[in-house]
């Protein structure tokens, strides 16, 4: 892969993105202009999320049986429509209808992982697939901090329009620079990929642990930028959509600072990456909780989560889509409907919490999701470890028949 074709993809996963979460920063306008109550600005977050699980579901298992390239530009032309019902949306079921359908139809991000998943070498697969998906966090990061000042110019509306009109050249651009996938793909059954979650949740105890992180993981990243809008936007600063974007630009320099976890799990590295960076994803939660007192701290702690959050999505990508890349549609799709289920719970819970007790109990419930994404790290190796020793301490056979109790050995040594 180019440099040029990893720079594209990082480009249509970065916008297609965004249009899922234009809407943090701004949740307290649109409440104000649609007459929406606090308690249920949540769902503006939690809807799209809804739309985005839909759209991993149904349409990312297309990618292992259609032409991708042409998936990815209509993909991005309809989420366009979406965003464009949002800009002229004058009551709060109108708002949810586009936010729905541009979130269903985002999921073209994850066409372009898995596009990106296939056509890599697997000795760069993991670099390729860290710029890729750091397009991705940059679109998330960016949403929020161009959302704010274009609001502040022109009010949230013009975000939506602008998206809309961004989508569709991008959509030209993808059906004329993307080049064809090569070698002939088999399509696989549609009935199968969509089944594909159920499938691998229940018979891959790999992607059932990293599923399971991913879902905890997006939980405790939803608490902060689905509510961090709230006390900012509160006395006692009484920040802008603009000012409170900005913090998008700290998250930023963190995920993109975790931009080599791709090639840190290349090098076999990636189980320790996880597991440093669940650590640091909980600590994050300490300077975040002194939001009320410290803006300084809740920089420090949007950095240090943000680093977190991209290292072991990008690890666990690498790790699932290993034994069989050329199912990566299916695979990367089921992955992301738990980071879906995740990001949406995380993002309705923030809010509710926060309406009814305040940003420190927010605090504490982000740092829940973190330590249970950490637990689940911890039970899977804890169950490994077990296995291995069973097999470790079971009579040896003949070496031409087995060599568990070796492998088993240097198993624990790697881990």
């Not at 949810?96 to 000795?123: E, L």
């Not at 902060?224 to 974007?245: D, E, K, N, V, Y």
């Not at 590295?269 to 939660?285: D, H, I, K, M």
């Not at 504490?364 to 973190?370: I, V």
């Amino acid at each position: 892969m180019t440099r040029q074709l990893r720079a594209l993809l990082a480009v249509l996963c970065a916008v297609s993105v965004a249009n899922i979460y234009y809407a943090q920063p701004l949740l307290e306008r649109i409440g104000s202009d649609l007459a929406m109550p606090t308690a249920r600005l949540g769902l503006i977050v939690t809807v799209a999320q809804v739309g985005y699980l839909v759209g991993l579901i149904v349409l990312v298992p297309l990618g292992d049986a259609v032409d991708r390239r042409r998936l990815i530009a209509a993909g991005i032309a309809a989420a366009s429509a979406g965003t464009l019902l949002v800009a002229f949306s004058a009551t709060s079921a109108q708002l949810f209808i586009g936010v729905a359908v541009a979130g269903m139809f985002s999921v073209v991000v994850q066409v372009v992982v898995a596009y990106a998943a296939a056509v890599s070498a697997p000795a760069e697969r993991g670099r390729n697939l860290g710029v890729i998906t750091g397009g991705v966090v940059v679109g998330i990061i960016a949403a929020r901090s161009v959302s704010g000042l274009v609001a502040d110019v022109a009010g949230w509306r013009a975000v939506y329009a602008c998206s809309a009109i961004l989508s569709l050249l991008l959509a030209c651009a993808a059906m004329v620079m993307l080049p064809q996938e090569h070698g002939a793909r088999p399509p696989a059954p549609y009935l199968r990929a969509v089944a594909a979650v159920v499938t691998l949740t229940t018979t891959s105890r790999v992607f059932r642990t990293k599923a399971l992180i991913a879902l905890f993981l997006f939980a405790s990243f939803g608490v902060l930028w689905s509510a961090m809008a709230l006390p900012l936007g509160a006395a006692p600063w009484h920040l802008s959509p603009t000012q409170i974007g900005l913090f998008g630009i700290a998250g930023l320099a963190g995920a993109l600072g975790a931009a080599r976890a791709g090639t840190w799990a290349d090098r076999g590295r990636g189980e320790r990456v996880t597991v440093v960076a669940l650590v640091l994803l909980l600590l994050s939660w300490v300077p975040i909780a002194q939001t009320a007192y410290s803006l300084i701290a809740l920089v420090i702690g949007v950095v240090v989560l943000d680093f977190a959050v991209q290292a072991v999505h990008v690890s666990n990508q690498n790790r699932i889509v290993a034994d069989d890349p050329e199912a990566s549609s299916r695979i990367i799709g089921s992955y992301m409907a738990f980071y879906s289920v995740g990001s949406g719970v995380g993002a309705i819970t923030a809010t509710s919490v926060y309406g009814a007790v305040g940003w420190r109990a927010v605090s504490l419930l982000g740092a829940a999701y973190a330590a249970a994404a950490l637990g689940v790290w911890a039970l899977d190796r804890s169950i490994l470890g077990r296995a291995e020793r069973s097999v470790t301490d079971s009579p040896r056979e003949p070496p031409d028949r087995g060599g568990g109790g070796g492998g088993g050995t240097r198993a624990r040594a790697r881990g």
